[in-house]
Nanobody, 118 residues
Framework: QVQLVESGGGLVQAGGSMRLSCAVS????????MGWYRQAPGKQRELVAR???????NYADSVKGRFTISRDNAKNTVYLQMNSLKPEDTAVYYC????????????WGQGIQVTVSS
């Protein structure tokens, strides 16, 4: 059974920093692509950052240079370091795992609220 549990969200002032964690069980983060997505009220869920099994990363244009995705293989955990936060970063953030074994299976965390006050 695959489980993804996010933590680290909350309220922060604009310009501040926050680190989200995604603790994963049942899926090896170093062998599968992992990502962070977010969904603001009234908007579609969008990709924030992704790290491939090979360690390659890609980011949404809106967060490039401010956010960093990383993983700790020993802890089987994925992180999203968010710096220079803006009010428009306010959203529910979701951790996603992609497992490819003949077919692709996608797993989501429950989501965590990040609120950036102006």
């Amino acid at each position: 059974q695959v489980q993804l549990v996010e933590s680290g969200g909350g309220l922060v002032q604009a310009g501040g920093s926050m680190r989200l964690s995604c603790a994963v069980s049942g899926l090896v983060v170093s062998s599968n692509a992992m990502g962070w997505y977010r969904q603001a009220p009234g908007k579609q869920r969008e990709l924030v950052a992704r790290i491939s099994s090979g360690g390659f990363t890609n980011y949404a244009d809106s967060v490039k240079g401010r956010f960093t995705i990383s993983r700790d293989n020993a802890k089987n955990t994925v992180y999203l370091q968010m710096n220079s936060l803006k009010p428009e970063d306010t959203a529910v953030y979701y951790c996603k795992g992609e497992q490819v074994i003949l077919i692709t299976r996608v797993y989501w965390g429950q989501g965590i609220q990040v609120t950036v006050s102006s």
